[in-house]
């Protein structure tokens, strides 16, 4: 069975750094594409970031030059590092094998 | 930027067919993927490469896609049908950036 499980949420004042975590069972992160999505509150869905199989990246540029996707084949493990966080970046986090799988999210709060 | 535009709201009653547009210039070259998201819920996959219905999808939800427009439809709507929908795609201008719809509040009552 296929699941996704984030961690790594929290508040954090302007200007700080996050790092988002999705453990993933039931698949293997490396051989598929896997992106973050977030959702601000109240608001509609906004894609973030993508990783593919061959390891290249892209971002919304919304957040391009801010944030890094990575993955830890060994752990099986989806990242995302946060930096230079603003307070549009409160949202929930959701952790996404494409198209299908989605987790339960984090929620990430950006305030001073 | 590219965008994808949905209605903000749609309404029908229970058994009636409802019908969610989704307009974006690039569609005649990329998929159409939708969404359904319940109050405080994470997505679910209802339709994936403009008409592909996932395993333990109900059939009354199809969808289609004829130039600049993609459509979800719900045969004979649900009470429990009632959700935001969004609609998905990519940018083929920039063709690794995805987008998302502005999300579509439906209502069956």
């Not at chain 2, 592909?52 to 969808?63: A, V």
């Not at chain 2, 935001?84 to 999300?103: I, K, L």
């Amino acid at each position: 069975e296929v699941q996704l499980v984030e961690s790594g949420g929290g508040w954090i004042q302007p200007g700080g750094s996050l790092r988002l975590s999705c453990a993933a069972s039931g698949f293997i992160v490396s051989n598929n594409y896997m992106s973050w999505v977030r959702q601000a509150p109240g608001k509609g869905l906004e894609w973030v970031s993508v990783i593919y199989s061959d390891g290249s990246a892209y971002y919304a540029e919304s957040v391009k030059g801010r944030f890094t996707i990575s993955r830890d084949n060994s752990k099986n493990t989806l990242y995302i590092q946060m930096n230079s966080l603003r307070a549009e970046d409160t949202a929930v986090y959701y952790c996404t094998k494409e198209p299908d799988y989605w987790g339960q999210g984090t929620v990430v709060t950006v305030s001073s | 930027s590219y965008e994808l535009t949905q209605p903000p709201s749609v309404s029908v009653s229970p058994g009636q067919t409802a019908r969610i547009t989704c307009s974006g210039d690039a569609l005649p070259k990329t998929y159409a993927y939708w969404y359904q998201q319940m109050s405080g819920q994470a997505p679910v996959l209802v339709i994936y490469e403009d008409n592909k219905r996932p395993s333990g999808i109900p059939e009354r939800f199809s969808g289609s896609s004829s130039g600049t427009m993609a459509t979800l439809t719900i045969s004979g709507a649900q009470v429990e049908d009632e959700a935001d929908y969004y609609c998905y795609s990519t940018d083929s201008s920039y063709n690794h950036r995805r987008v998302f719809g502005g999300g579509t509040k439906l209502t069956v009552l």
